[in-house]
């Protein structure tokens, strides 16, 4: 059984504004309409979109990255881009800037560079290579249990 025919589409929306996710096809009729009525429950409080996103306060909402001080800070070099991407760069990081996602900087104690990953449709992810970052960061070990009724 391939990984396609162990999910199916669960619409959340309506008709009109389907909104999928992705269940496992093995659950039971009773168990994937209680999992429905809690994610729609849950729907208003999980964001759907970056712009979703906006208005939240970071003294509600915030991720500290807790660093090894035994470990100095590191300026990558940045990675040469295709000039053909650059105004795919720029626009996709305006629209984090305009959506309040990232916030510009004067100086940075750490900087990793772009790295832009061509998808198998043909389209073009930008992703930044944390690499030398996370080898610097205080591992801790987050359990988390959900539990539905």
Known sequence: MTKK?????LNLGTRANPQYIKVNSQLTKDKTEELKCYLRSLRMCLPRHKKDLKGIPSE???????LDTSIPPTHQVRYKLNPK????????????????FIQPIEE???????????KKNSKLIICVDFRKLNKATK???????FVMK
């Open 85 to 100: 991407f650059v105004a795919i760069v720029k626009q996709d990081i305006d629209k984090l800037l305009a959506v309040g």
């Open 60 to 66: 509600l909402v915030q991720h500290i990255i807790e």
């Open 108 to 118: 940075a104690t750490w900087l990793s560079p772009i790295v832009i990953m061509l």
């Open 5 to 9: 025919q162990q999910l199916v589409k």
């Open 139 to 145: 591992k801790i070990l987050i359990l988390c249990h």
